[in-house]
């Protein structure tokens, strides 16, 4: 049986090295590096965590029976291998940029007949939001143990946000997200026929009302600060963060 290697792949590496530079440069005496370091921080952040996030699913499938993501590269770490890189990295990276909403991407094929049992099958789809939430802790408990400077801790503030806010999007039992896969293995035929036919159009109705109706966008938002709260985040520093990586609004 072929055992498990994590291997980082050169461009994870290479998106770890420009969150760290963006890290450093916020500590620079300069209002543009601070701008510029912090755009980085959370953009390059962002990408690492959306490796991890899908690294989650990978893992836990492949210790759960499914040997073939091990064959198609999704333990190296890679985006390239996954099954949509644009889809996967490049749009989230996108609509995070533009508006700052945390898209979570479909990078992974699971072959969940392989898998041993409808809990393993669950497991694998909230493998990916956990990652979200423990990397969301880590940002904020971090933070708030050791206050770096002003502008890294508003720039690792504003990603723990981020990390969180995917967490509490990527749980909601709407087909085409990590929540509907966790409860879909317990569902009966006709409702899992109901969520693969609506898996391709769902997600994207909630996005639209996220963006265009204030009181669902506010409603989630609210939710997702009250978590960021509770794990020991600074709202105002994630305030500031937020401010600093918008720097053309």
Not at 1 to 24: D, E, H, I, K, N
Not at 70 to 93: E, I
């Amino acid at each position: 049986m072929q055992r498990s290697s994590v291997r980082p792949s050169p461009v994870f590496l290479a998106l770890l090295a420009l969150t760290v530079g963006g890290a450093l440069m916020t500590l620079l005496e300069s209002e543009t590096a601070l701008r510029a370091g912090v755009f980085l921080l959370v953009l390059g952040g962002w990408a690492v965590s959306l490796c991890l996030h899908e690294f989650g699913h990978a893992i836990v499938a492949f210790r759960g029976g499914d040997r073939e993501v091990y064959f198609k590269g999704y333990l190296t770490l890679d985006p390239r291998k996954y099954a949509d890189p644009v889809l996967s990295l490049v749009l989230p990276l996108l609509f995070l940029a533009i508006g700052g909403i945390p898209l979570p991407g479909g990078a992974v094929w699971i072959n969940h007949n392989a898998l041993r049992s409808r809990a393993v099958d669950s497991r694998v789809s909230l493998a990916g939001p956990f990652m979200n939430l423990v990397l969301g802790i880590l940002l904020a408990v971090s933070v708030a143990v050791f206050q770096p400077a002003f502008g890294l801790a508003a720039g690792l503030s504003f990603l723990a946000l981020l990390q969180l806010a995917a967490f509490v999007l990527n749980m909601l039992p709407v087909p085409g997200l990590d929540g509907w896969g966790a409860i879909e293995p317990y569902l009966s035929y006709p409702a899992r026929s109901f969520g693969a036919k609506a898996r391709p159009w769902a997600p994207l109705i909630l996005f639209a009302a996220l963006i265009g109706i204030p009181g669902v966008s506010e409603v989630f938002w609210d939710v997702v600060v009250a978590l960021y709260g509770g794990v020991g985040g600074e709202a105002e520093l994630a305030g500031f963060g937020q401010l600093l990586f918008f720097f053309w609004q």
